[in-house]
């Protein structure tokens, strides 16, 4: 039982509490989910079976599309509306000056990580940290928009698409945006529309996963279409035996290719998902080693 399932989780929920429904309606223990979405956030959690943990890094690192919600004039202490408000500043912006001032965090941003993140200090996590008063020093960190777009403003209130890059703190996002138009804001809502090759269209419910049951392995996508990687080969049976056995596979001699330097590729052999290995110096190096039938 390999493979990983598209579940969108619903407000009131953390991670962790996905990842207990799933091992208990498929009745296995190896489950992990790709990345914690807050408890008040919605939205799309790949959840990764079986063979299938060996890819949550992968699916942690591909690009996120959120469908965010802000507004101006308040900040809080957790930089969302489920916090305390802390301060208020008069609004006066134009909805041409919003929108400019939305779109100009497109491209790499420096981020001060939020004090109520998971993120750990000293072995802490941070939320631990500020629900005790405590606050902590944090080194701002780059993070990729690719792109912002379908905003709408209605007075204070902006709803926007974010997509961005792993570790992008939309609550932060709007906090700046706020600074940046020399007021203060917060997130008032927030859900994972898409994260890498799955999407909220294809996502199942948690009351789904409940009355599945050990149905639910029907509705998983094999390992090697969750992944982002497109580029592929096929190889014989004697670079089959090789790559099992961790040797670097020297491409011009077993197979044809077409690949750039560190770009990962798929491995086949007859109907088997052989290996994701890596393209380097001619040869290609496993990453992580499957089999598995097609």
């Keep these: 039982m390999d493979g990983v399932l598209n579940i969108y989780k619903p407000q009131n929920m953390t991670s962790h509490d996905v990842v207990a429904i799933v091992r208990k309606a498929l009745n296995t223990k190896k489950v992990g989910h790709t990345g914690t979405l807050d408890p008040m956030a919605t939205g799309v959690l790949p959840i990764c079976v079986g063979r299938a943990t060996k890819i949550v890094d992968f699916i942690q690192n591909d690009r996120k599309i959120y469908r965010a919600s802000m507004i101006l004039g308040a900040a809080t202490d957790t930089e969302d509306c489920w916090g305390e408000v802390i301060e208020t500043k008069p609004v006066s912006v134009t909805d041409e000056d919003y929108i400019k001032a939305i779109r100009s965090f497109i491209g790499d941003i420096e981020q001060i990580p939020p004090m109520y993140s998971a993120l750990k200090v000293n072995g802490k996590k941070l939320y631990e940290l500020a629900r005790q008063g405590k606050i902590v020093e944090r080194k701002p960190r780059i993070r990729t928009i690719y792109d912002i777009c379908d905003i709408v403003i209605n007075g204070h209130e902006a709803t926007f698409t974010v997509v961005c890059a792993k570790g992008t703190y939309i609550r932060t996002l709007c906090t700046d945006i706020g600074k940046k138009l020399n ?91 052989l290996a994701l290995s890596q393209f380097t110096d001619g040869a290609l190096r496993v990453t992580k080693l499957f089999d598995i039938k097609r």
């Design 183 to 273: 007021t203060l804001a917060h997130m008032t809502g927030l859900e994972r529309t898409g994260s890498g090759q799955f999407n909220k269209a294809d996502s199942l419910t948690i009351e789904e996963v409940k009355s599945l049951g050990l149905s639910l392995k029907e509705c998983m996508r094999p390992i090697d279409l969750s992944l982002g990687f497109k580029k592929s080969v096929h190889v014989s049976n004697k670079a089959k035996e090789l790559i099992q056995n961790g040797v670097k596979i020297d491409l011009m001699r077993y197979v044809d290719f077409n690949f750039e330097d560190g770009e990962h590729v798929l491995v086949y052999n007859q109907d088997r998902f």
